[in-house]
DNA sequence: TATGAATGAGCTTTCATTCAT
DNA sequence: AATGAATGAAAGCTCATTCAT
């Protein structure tokens, strides 16, 4: 009977949210030793421990479990970033600030490039992709800091802005992580600093 | 007699040559309709007019017809791009040249968005792959741009200076083809060349 | 209930089992019909009344089908085999029991001549294919055999006289099954009960 | 005029014996190669230096070359062995003329291993096969050599006899070739020669 | 809810053979 | 006689998904 209590104790949301951890889970791990192309459904299950008509009942096909698996990575790497940002906000925009930002954001890509790898090369993307939705986060995040920095000051269009630096960091940064260029880390950081930094100070200026 | 010469005319390597654009073209088209994963060589072959059989006769294996078709893309667009290098060799760097460039790079990204699409998003990549490739000779292109202009001032490498630069330029602009943000062309660019533009003056300055 | 019960009663073992045997018993008769060229993964799984995918998750390729197969036959053959040596363990070596193996080891290879053609005639042999582990099987068995009569007395290497006059037999027998000279069959075991028997006389005698 | 001359001196019914000869030795070479499944006719074609369709003019299918091959094989292995029966025939049969017959057979078969096993392991053989043809010329040698030595004296149906012998020793000698079994080489011999002239023994005795 | 056996279309690739030139 | 491009059926095998239990 105290089986039973144990067994009936985790509610059934709780379960089959536990489930779909488990499957994520089981789901990275399979992408990340396998690539994409090896990571069929039945694999996924089986480092689940579960079978794969059960892998059905939590999501509706394959895709979505991969989409998941994203969603879990660009979750840690928006916290991350948003945390920069929050200390950034502190003070004003430096080169230092900047420079902070762009070191945190390639530490941050750096911790897992097997599995950066993956996503970014193997795993077709979409406009409706969850990583295009964490690039848009990104953008809302960058736009913030944006208009609380220059406040008044912007003479330009701080969404368009944001969108271009957004994606300029996130290719050169992603870039470096994964083609390895014979460049040393530190000039990379130098240089995307120094444009950044020679932008936005000519937008103020402007 | 003529007809016979004109029909000896094709003999053997043209003949060969015909049939290996007849199946890349073949491969382009099907990669345009039904995405890589629906691009079988069934389909290909069928798409050329030819037997699967003779598919192999010309390509050792699937991936040797995308990448073909990769290469001619890159191609193109390397054409495209060194023209306008070419031009721009001729004054000196002002933002109206840098502006010049971003509209064409814009322009031949723009001319395909659907091919783009797929090449970008769907292609399995890896630093060793064709887009790779088509990177480097960008950066080569962009290296040798630099050393022309800032011949001695350049305060800074040269080689890192053009890596970052032709990825961010890349990023921005197939993201603006493929995704479309809310943010109008002409801003695009504007910003685009600002940034590029206070960097380059800053290079020269510092 | 009982019904329950005996619906349950194949629950996962049996099933698999029963399931393994009527790939087997395809794969048998598939062979039979169309040999080994014609016996393709497709086909067996047709003759078994299964997709060609369900092949696959009891066997890992189509030579393991095959290789089951091989092992039904010499299992059976083994077993007709060791029982005639039973017998003629309990008297001593005569030209009658001699004649009695032999006679046994002609019926039984008589007994499926198709099958026997496909397996001696079709199949990839190798030395380490499953017919050359029954080979080696048979040798034992006759090493025995020599070793009980002979002890002792064996002026001759047991393991090589087991090896040669078992490939002896086998060849003789598996000859006159498929090859069907016009000789007759009791000419056949005549004389080769006299070339055993004379052999086994020199090899006490010397 | 004499180029031409030099061309037409060889017949049609040369250049073509030429030409057939030169695909079966370009059939014996993948055949040793790359075996019996790597042995597709594009290949065979060239090696021997033409085209898949020039084969087809020689012979009508894939298996006719492979016949040939094995004829060629047969009739080295004839001549040999009809040289040492000559010689046999030239003094009464002995245990010593029995057991260099023997070796010799073994040392033919010993020349070409590779050969030997794809011939043996890897072709589809069948009643009516160049191998089986083969076995039956070298009965009938046998057969002959039986009929000089015991003239008269033989109790038993030389046919049998023959066919028997041809049988044992062939496949004796060629499993001891392609398995290598853990036994001198000289015992194989050995005991072959034993039991071989204890039946001759017996059956002039007989 | 969970299972896992079963599905079957589809994949890439090979190869004996043909036939227009 | 010779070519070799072209054929197309067929091979072994995988995998996202379903469904009876």
Redesign the pocket.
Known sequence: MPADRRRRRMP?QD??RA?VERIIAAGHDVLLERGY???????I?QAAG?????????FP???SIVAEVVDRWTDAMHARISRVFAQALEGPPTPLSVRDTLLELLDALDENPRLLRVLIEELPRSPDSRLAAFERRIDDLLAMWLRFHLRGRAARPVEAVSWILVRTVENVAVSYVLDRPVIDRAVVVDELTAMVTAYLREMTAG
């Open positions: 059934q379960r089959s489930m192309e090896g990571a069929s459904t039945n694999r299950a579960i079978s794969p008509g059960s892998l059905y009942q939590y096909d394959k895709d």
